[in-house]
């Protein structure tokens, strides 16, 4: 019996086998393992917020007065539900879409931490589609707002950037038609006039950032401004046909450093636009007959365009090659022509590349004697002619140079299709 006892004695005193960690290890090791996973059971949203607590910015607007900060804030106005402005029936049509609110303060922080003294809601910028630049604060300076943008944990650097030749708060309060987010109404603006006709670039934040920050360390900015005397910020106002007042784009502004210091015409703009190879589609008119007359009589949509610029050091100064290239169809024709003639085709395309040319040199007078170098020429130079450059940058004489360079634009324009007919209506006309 007593061998027998010996014998079912427990197992742990038995030796364990070779490798093979005790069980108390094992255990801790698997407790460890599980926590991990326990942990995922426990975590919550730390800074959550509901949504009836915040309020939801569609665009803001920036000016400085009285060596301030003046911030304009559009909140949407959850109540005003699908109503009015081309909502359908049902709620209340007097309700606005939106609310702003205006503030003041030494910083910009300061301004937005105000809006609490006003509002029910906190300001919650990761929905802005849009921020809008007084003049006056554009001649300051922007590198705070841009700061601000940068560093601030909600706000979105991908909102396009405007300028306002006047008050910037006031283009906030001009209610729009067919749309009820007026912020991002104005940023499907300027993404259709882009994408159709060229004459502005739509410029987000960071793509400003980096444009002041380059070489060139210069930028533009498209104007929106009110085509009317009157701000239409009543729902009533609205409801008509059309609006005495309304948001356009403008002209363009030019940046250097951090300061507005001019703007370009709208036909100067779109020549910058051939120089910088921003042109998507475009819509050009021009005299069919040149010789004859200047008055443009003819249309033409230029579907592709490509601009190649290659700088070439001639002695003492930079020669700007540029090449533009273009392709499209002819959409209006308001002469006596036959479309079948060849010769009649090349004279059109003669016509429509002297006016691409004059529309160029039109843009570059102008931006030489602003001394801004929206053309990104810099870039460029820096790219093909490091040596050079390097010398540029050490003696800090980029003004002198870009204001000595010389450009020689070349244009190359094929009517690629007439359209339905190869005749116009007029020639058909007197026969």
Same mark, same amino acid.
């Given at each position: 019996?007593?061998?027998?006892?010996?014998?079912?004695?427990?197992?742990?005193?038995?030796?364990?086998?070779?490798?093979?960690?005790?069980?108390?290890?094992?255990?801790?090791?698997?407790?460890?393992?599980?926590?991990?996973?326990?942990?995922?059971?426990?975590?919550?949203? @730390?800074?959550?917020?509901?949504?009836?607590?915040?309020?939801?910015?569609?665009?803001?607007?920036?000016?400085?007065?009285?060596?301030? @900060?003046?911030?304009?804030?559009?909140?949407?106005?959850?109540?005003?539900?699908?109503?009015?402005?081309?909502?359908?029936?049902?709620?209340?049509?007097?309700?606005?879409?939106?609310?702003?609110?205006?503030?003041?303060?030494?910083?910009?922080?300061?301004?937005?931490?105000?809006?609490?003294?006003?509002?029910?809601?906190?300001?919650?910028?990761?929905?802005?589609?849009?921020?809008?630049?007084?003049?006056?604060?554009?001649?300051?300076?922007?590198?705070?707002?841009?700061?601000?943008?940068?560093?601030?944990?909600? *706000?979105?650097?991908?909102?396009?950037?405007?300028? *306002?030749?006047?008050?910037?708060?006031?283009?906030?309060?001009?209610?729009?038609?067919?749309?009820?987010?007026?912020?991002?109404?104005?940023?499907?603006?300027?993404?259709?006039?882009?994408?159709?006709?060229?004459?502005?670039?739509?410029?987000?934040?960071?793509?400003?950032?980096?444009?002041?920050? #380059?070489?060139?360390?210069?930028?533009?900015?498209?104007?929106?401004?009110?085509?009317?005397?009157?701000?239409?910020?009543?729902?009533?106002?609205?409801?008509?046909?059309?609006?005495?007042?309304?948001?356009?784009?403008?002209?363009?502004?030019?940046?250097?450093?951090?300061?507005?210091?001019?703007?370009?015409?709208?036909?100067? *703009?779109?020549?910058?636009?051939?120089?910088?190879?921003?042109?998507?589609?475009?819509?050009?008119?021009?005299?069919?007959h040149p010789k004859t007359g200047e008055t443009p009589d003819a249309?033409?949509?230029?579907?592709?365009?490509?601009?190649?610029?290659?700088?070439? @050091?001639?002695?003492?100064?930079?020669?700007?090659?540029?090449?533009?290239?273009? #392709?499209?169809?002819?959409?209006?024709?308001?002469?006596?022509?036959?479309?079948?003639?060849?010769?009649?085709? #090349?004279?059109?395309?003669?016509?429509?590349?002297?006016?691409?040319?004059?529309?160029?040199?039109?843009?570059?007078?102008?931006?030489?004697?602003?001394?801004?170098?929206?053309?990104?020429?810099?870039?460029?130079?820096?790219?093909?002619?490091?040596?050079? @450059?390097?010398?540029?940058?050490?003696?800090?004489?980029?003004?002198?140079?870009?204001?000595?360079?010389?450009?020689?634009?070349?244009?190359?324009?094929?009517i690629e299709r007439t359209g339905l007919s190869n005749k116009s209506?007029?020639?058909?006309?007197?026969?």
């Amino acid at each position: 019996m007593k061998q027998r006892k010996q014998a079912i004695q427990p197992e742990s005193n038995l030796p364990l086998p070779a490798g093979r960690p005790p069980l108390t290890a094992r255990k801790t090791s698997c407790l460890l393992l599980c926590l991990p996973l326990l942990s995922t059971l426990i975590t919550g949203c @730390w800074d959550n917020r509901e949504l009836n607590e915040l309020g939801i910015t569609s665009g803001s607007a920036y000016d400085w007065e009285d060596n301030q @900060w003046k911030a304009t804030y559009q909140v949407i106005n959850p109540s005003s539900g699908a109503s009015g402005m081309g909502g359908s029936a049902g709620g209340s049509t007097t309700s606005p879409p939106f609310i702003t609110f205006t503030v003041k303060g030494k910083t910009i922080m300061e301004a937005i931490d105000k809006t609490n003294l006003t509002s029910t809601r906190e300001m919650f910028f990761s929905h802005s589609r849009i921020t809008v630049l007084g003049e006056a604060m554009a001649r300051h300076g922007i590198n705070q707002i841009i700061d601000m943008f940068l560093r601030k944990q909600d *706000a979105r650097e991908t909102v396009f950037v405007f300028l *306002a030749k006047g008050e910037a708060g006031a283009i906030l309060d001009q209610l729009m038609q067919m749309t009820k987010n007026q912020g991002a109404g104005i940023q499907l603006m300027i993404e259709q006039e882009s994408r159709l006709v060229s004459y502005y670039p739509g410029v987000r934040l960071y793509e400003l950032a980096m444009a002041l920050s #380059s070489e060139s360390g210069s930028a533009v900015l498209p104007e929106i401004r009110l085509t009317g005397h009157k701000i239409m910020d009543e729902t009533t106002e609205v409801a008509v046909t059309d609006l005495p007042s309304r948001l356009a784009l403008g002209k363009l502004g030019v940046l250097k450093g951090e300061k507005l210091i001019g703007w370009l015409t709208q036909k100067q *703009a779109f020549g910058l636009s051939f120089i910088t190879d921003k042109i998507n589609k475009a819509t050009i008119a021009f005299p069919s007959h040149p010789k004859t007359g200047e008055t443009p009589d003819a249309s033409f949509i230029l579907q592709n365009s490509s601009t190649s610029v290659r700088p070439i @050091w001639d002695k003492d100064h930079y020669v700007m090659d540029i090449h533009i290239k273009g #392709s499209g169809v002819l959409t209006e024709l308001g002469s006596d022509m036959d479309l079948n003639d060849r010769a009649s085709i #090349s004279g059109m395309e003669a016509s429509i590349e002297q006016h691409v040319l004059e529309l160029v040199n039109n843009s570059w007078t102008e931006v030489r004697k602003l001394g801004a170098d929206v053309t990104g020429f810099a870039v460029r130079i820096h790219r093909s002619d490091r040596k050079r @450059w390097k010398q540029i940058e050490q003696t800090k004489s980029w003004d002198n140079v870009f204001r000595d360079i010389e450009i020689r634009p070349h244009v190359s324009i094929k009517i690629e299709r007439t359209g339905l007919s190869n005749k116009s209506f007029k020639s058909v006309q007197q026969k």
